[in-house]
């Protein structure tokens, strides 16, 4: 139970009855060692659910206090610890001078286990009468042999000095000598951790006299060196030049973690370009030293924020071959976010360099034995390769020709990407048309996916426009349509085969004459079967067949496209024109013919066989104005469709552009930092900081309104104790920071937060006690880890007991704290492609239903992505115009890299908004709050 969460036992189990005081007494006065063990657990468990047991201490002092067994020594120093050591009066018992007149016997006792855990346990105690004659023990403790107790004596002296400094004034100078002369690491760490948190110059000036030294240190004290020169250098900017060396040094650690703070410590400390390259360079090395894919992604984290500063980010482009280099984890994830990283990174100086090693990768991943998810791996490149192709123009002659090899590609979803990227690539590159189309013409036989079929049938129908073009595109149509007319082959190879049935086409013998081995003949006799070969069918019509009538439209409207372009040829002649003309009728005529005729295995749509009826209309009877639709107004569209999709990916975050302006005008005051007083930088306020708060337009009065929003009453006025906590939300947990006020005229002795989670939610420590003097207050803090984006509550009570009182433990219940998903999620971008196919893969939907008191649907939306902070990916062009029906498709992730999508389809009835809400996700916990937080926010705008 302790290891799953982090509250007080209150209830006994229900299958036994509590023990009762005599009954303990008997158990550790006649007991054996095991029968004492057993009740001291019971005891300890009693005293941790508020109960009380004061004549038992004279019992434990005179039958359990003198045995030296070790599991009955480490049951004393807990009871020790939860018990009350004061009386009514509030004075110390006089019973607690014989426990620590034991506990210093234990101090010089032989085991060093037994000293250790009895150093440890006085960490814990605050009595100054109690720690007082332990004193001189506790200080010979820093001399034993072995360093367990060692380094436990030095966390003693440590705690002591904290809260009772006139105990041992002189433990600066004792640690700082014991240091000097100690050997072994981790006493090293524990006594440099007390310099730095008790004697910040002692620690400064030990690690002075060793600075060269510290690269043959172990890791743990090189850990604490580099978190002391960091609090070191960001209170006293002048100590940087003599330590940064240090930290310089230590990049080249043979430990990990070590490298991780110094990288990071660097950062912070020096804005210099060979710092933050340095920097940079360790945490690229340790990405590829690194095994754990999670400290792989925590380190690209940090490269992602040295790349936010605009300073810094042409050193990283100088670096984006070594980052390139982290694509050879195996994790898909890792190379997911590699590759995002690099696209920021991308410039004109490493484009070339990076297209070559990408093209380098795409061909590895043919093999999928090498690669882990290939296919996966192989689509991220190519969407890699077409973002690359489209920021810089000059590179897609190179870019193209090897996408388009993965034209037929196993992977729909790669084939996809790769054709929506040469359409892109027909418009902004005229140039290659001709190459491209050719390639194009030799795949085509190979395309089996729906969508690239249709994708590559709008090509052939915008952009073949010579006579030649044309007629070969007709005949690639041609062959993948087959024989035709479709319905009567199809009847022809129907009947063949039929025939084939009825005849005989059962096993016939073969003989043979054969010379064995001694050269006589003999006769072999064998049954033969001829297998009947089935003629695999062309790509459209095996379309067709299969009822995929939505190819069908796109083939009447790429042959329509074709005709029309060649009868408007001056170069043709008419008897031509009408050839092709009637050729493109067939087609149609017979796609219409095969949808009605029962062949396929699902007729043709009612939408479908208007649109190819109309297209045959048009052939048939062509007009100017309808010429016109087929042959540029559909161009038309395609370009402002290429010309929005470029601006939305620039405000989604893809104009890396806009990154890099610096708001720095040419009048703008220089401040000089060498030439500042010491006045100025202790104050730390520079010019402009100064002008802001002078003028009036200093935010920090917004920011603290802000905070005050995450401040929550507990407790009432009218309490004994009040409570209100300030809830501080990082990104992987949250801090509680509750003050306490006792509002009796009383003393409240044990006081103690006690706090238990629902949801996702666990707490990582027990809030330790407190004593409150009347009228006084204390600030207690507690951590709560979250661990993924769901909404979680956190309640509790306060306990205390009143000095001078023998009545039972008083509790304080506390109001509920609901911490809000919002806190997690931040809007997002995805492409369409990337959202259909994570729609597809998510399992878990939240369907909520919209009411409202609304009545504009453009209104309504602006409501939603307010209160979900999700991100509208809809273009604003398909939102504009006054319509009664809106569908918009929204995303946003959390920062445990947890995806949320969300569809609303509304529309207008009687001047009412009304309809749904579609939440998606792949866990349930974010679709299930997200639709919560709709509900709520619908009620509240109602």
Not at 763 to 785: C, G, M, Q, R, Y
Request: proline share 3%; net charge negative.
């Amino acid at each position: 139970m302790s290891t799953e969460h982090c509250y007080t036992l209150i209830n006994a189990p229900e299958d036994q009855e509590p023990p009762t005081e005599q009954s303990l007494r008997n158990d550790l006065e006649n007991g054996k060692i095991d029968t004492k063990i057993a009740a001291m657990k019971k005891l300890i468990t009693l005293i941790m659910a508020g109960e009380r047991f004061p004549n038992l201490l004279m019992v434990i002092i005179r039958f359990v206090l003198p045995n030296d067994d070790h599991m009955l020594k480490k049951l004393l120093l807990i009871y020790w610890e939860i018990v009350n050591k004061h009386g009514p009066d509030g004075k110390l018992l006089p019973q607690m001078i014989l426990v620590c007149d034991a506990y210093r016997k234990d101090l010089t006792h032989p085991n060093e286990f037994v000293r250790g855990c009895t150093l440890r346990f006085l960490c814990k105690l605050k009595e100054p009468e109690l720690l007082e004659p332990l004193m001189p023990s506790i200080q010979e403790c820093l001399n034993h042999r072995h360093q367990y107790v060692r380094r436990n004596a030095v966390l003693c002296i440590l705690t002591i000095f904290r809260f009772n400094e006139d105990l041992i004034p002189d433990a600066p100078e004792l640690i700082y000598n014991f240091l000097e002369n100690e050997q072994d690491a981790s006493c090293k760490r524990n006594a440099f951790m007390m310099l730095i948190a008790v004697d910040q110059g002692r620690a400064l000036d030990y690690l002075s006299t060793c600075i060269d030294q510290v690269q043959t240190f172990n890791n743990i004290l090189q850990l604490v060196i580099v978190e002391l020169v960091h609090k070191v250098c960001r209170a006293d900017a002048s100590q940087r030049s003599r330590f940064i060396r240090c930290i310089y040094n230590l990049l080249d650690s043979e430990s990990n973690s070590v490298r991780y703070d110094a990288a990071s410590t660097l950062i912070t400390l020096s804005p210099m370009p060979t710092a933050i390259e340095a920097a940079a360079k360790c945490y690229i090395d340790l990405i590829m030293k690194e095994s754990d894919n999670n400290v792989k992604l925590i380190v690209l984290d940090r490269l992602n924020d040295i790349k936010r500063n605009v300073t810094y980010q042409r050193i990283l482009q100088n670096m984006v071959m070594d980052i390139l280099q982290v694509l050879a984890a195996p994790d898909l994830e890792v190379r997911k976010k590699t590759l995002n990283l690099c696209l920021d990174l991308i410039s004109a100086r490493n484009i070339v360099d990076v297209v070559s090693f990408l093209k380098k990768e795409m061909a590895k991943t043919n093999s999928s034995n090498e690669f882990e998810k290939a296919s996966e791996y192989r689509q991220l490149l190519i969407r890699t390769l077409h973002t690359c192709g489209v920021r810089f123009p000059e590179t897609a002659p190179v870019i193209v020709p090897q996408l388009m090899e993965f034209l037929s590609d196993s992977s729909a979803a790669s084939s996809l990407d790769v054709i929506l990227f040469v359409r892109e690539a027909f418009e902004r590159l005229p140039d290659m048309r001709e190459s491209m189309l050719t390639k194009l013409f030799d795949n085509f036989s190979l395309l089996t996916s729906s969508e690239v079929l249709r994708a590559a049938l709008w090509i052939f129908g915008e952009y073949s426009d010579s006579a030649d073009r044309i007629k070969e595109t007709l005949k690639q149509l041609r062959s993948g349509l087959g024989d035709m007319p479709m319905v009567d082959s199809e009847m022809a190879e129907i009947a063949k085969l039929e025939e084939e049935k009825d005849g005989d086409d059962e096993p016939k013998l073969v003989t043979r004459t054969r010379i064995t081995a001694d050269g006589t003949y003999a006769t072999e006799s064998a049954y033969t079967s001829v297998k009947k070969e089935i003629k695999e069918k062309p790509n459209l019509r095996k379309a067709l067949l299969d009822g995929d009538f939505f190819v069908a439209t796109a083939v009447a409207s790429s042959v329509t496209k074709l005709a029309l372009k060649y009868i408007a040829l001056d170069s043709v002649d008419a008897a031509a024109k009408n050839s092709v003309t009637a050729e493109c009728m067939l087609y149609l005529s017979s796609i219409l013919h095969l949808g009605k005729s029962g062949i396929p295995t699902t007729p043709i749509d009612t939408d479908s066989y208007d649109r190819v009826m109309s297209c045959l209309r048009v052939l048939s009877e062509p007009s100017p104005e309808v010429t016109a639709i087929f042959t540029r107004s559909c161009h038309d569209a395609f370009k402002k469709l290429l010309a929005e999709s470029a601006a939305q990916q620039a405000e989604a975050g893809g104009g890396i552009d806009t990154k890099k302006i610096v708001e720095v005008q040419a009048d703008d005051l220089i401040g000089f930092r060498a030439l500042r007083t010491t006045d100025d930088v202790d104050n730390g306020d520079d010019f402009d900081t100064m002008i802001t708060k002078a003028t009036g337009s200093d935010d920090t009065k917004q920011a603290d309104a802000s905070k005050l929003s995450k401040v929550f009453q507990l407790s009432g006025f009218s309490d004994p104790v009040y409570a209100e906590a300030y809830v501080h939300v990082h990104q992987y947990d949250i801090l509680l920071d509750v003050i306490i006020v006792n509002q009796t005229p009383d003393t409240l002795q044990n006081l103690t937060l006690e706090l238990a989670t629902l949801g996702d939610l666990k707490l990582t420590e027990k809030t330790s006690s407190h004593t409150l003097a009347p009228h006084d207050f204390a600030n207690i803090k507690a951590n709560v880890k979250v661990s993924s984006t769901e909404t979680g509550i956190i309640f509790g009570n306060i306990v205390y007991d009143v000095a001078g009182a023998s009545l039972d433990r008083n509790c304080v219940v506390l109001n509920d704290i609901h911490i809000d998903i919002m806190d997690y999620i931040s809007p997002a971008h995805c492409t369409d492609t990337e959202f259909r196919d994570m729609w597809l893969e998510f399992e878990w939907e939240n369907k909520v239903a919209v009411r409202t008191q609304i009545q504009s649907l453009r209104e309504y939306l602006e409501h939603l992505l307010k209160t979900t902070n999700m991100n509208c990916l809809t273009p604003a062009s398909a939102l504009d115009g006054d319509c009664d029906f809106l569908a918009a498709n929204l995303y946003a992730r959390s920062v445990f890299g947890e995806d949320a999508l969300a569809n609303l389809s509304i529309e207008k009835t009687n001047g009412k908004v009304s309809g749904h809400i579609r939440i998606r996700s792949k866990t349930q916990g974010i679709a299930l709050s997200l639709g919560d937080k709709i509900t709520l926010n619908q009620k509240d705008s109602a």
